[in-house]
């Protein structure tokens, strides 16, 4: 009886570690689409090596992580705005990082508070991880540089806006131009998560370009941006007498699945 028992208990162990090793997602093959991006990205020009955004030399990880043409980048368009503590990342987010300063943020910096956004806090860029660390997920994109967590904004006079706070108690302001850059993200990145997704993402604004989630042109954002009440409206055209109406509105929660970083 003895040995059967033991025998079963062997058994079991090596069927689990046999399960382990068919769920473990650092044993996923590296998608081709990955190489083509970065070496599409790096052919266009749209990244230059400078003081702010240093190349490095390959990542390497677990499993498929890591980089092959990781960037340092310590500040954004042009060195004018700091990113703190520096990231790493691969050069489509480098490059979608400084549109979405350049296109989003800026503008809607002067159109809420009539000041220059100076900085940006950011909480995680690579790491060689699940998504949301949760052992058996798959692969985060922040394993290939190609995720950016943003939990907060500085700006030019000294005032941190800061994800956590802002967007649900945060003044008039703050709540409307981080609804703003949020819709904007969503235009920008293929997945990008917030306040109101989960609880995984309640502090920060998670932006990636899994290419995977932009089929047909539809990106993944959750919560998902009202049709018409935060798109791309040319900043001039939205007064600043709108500030609180638009605070109001409230974000539209729609269930796509579950998604996360």
Known sequence: MGIRVAYLAASMAVLAGIAACAFNPYSEPRALWRGEADAACLASGEVRPSAFVQPMAPLGGRGSCGLEHPFKVSAAVNGSVVIDPSATLDCPMTAATDRWVQQWVQPAAQVYFRERVVGLRQIASY?????????????????????????????????????????????????????????GACAEFYTVLGPGSD????????????????????????????????????????????????ARKPLSFVDRGRQSD
């Not at 994800?163 to 609804?179: D, N, S, T, Y």
């Not at 370009?209 to 042109?217: I, K, M, W, Y």
């Open 127 to 183: 790491g060689c991880r699940t998504r949301d660390n949760i052992s058996g997920a798959k692969l985060s994109e922040h394993a290939f540089g190609n995720a950016l967590d943003v939990a907060g904004f500085r700006l030019a006079d000294g005032r941190e806006i800061g994800v956590a706070q802002g967007w649900w108690h945060g003044a008039p302001q703050e709540r409307a131009f981080l609804q703003q850059v949020f819709a």
């Open 199 to 246: 609880a995984f993402h309640a502090n920060h604004f998670h932006l990636d370009l899994l290419q995977t989630n932009a089929g047909g042109g539809r990106h993944y954002c959750q919560p998902q941006p009202v049709p018409g009440a935060y798109g791309r409206v040319p900043m001039a055209e939205l007064p600043i007498e709108n500030v609180e109406t638009v």
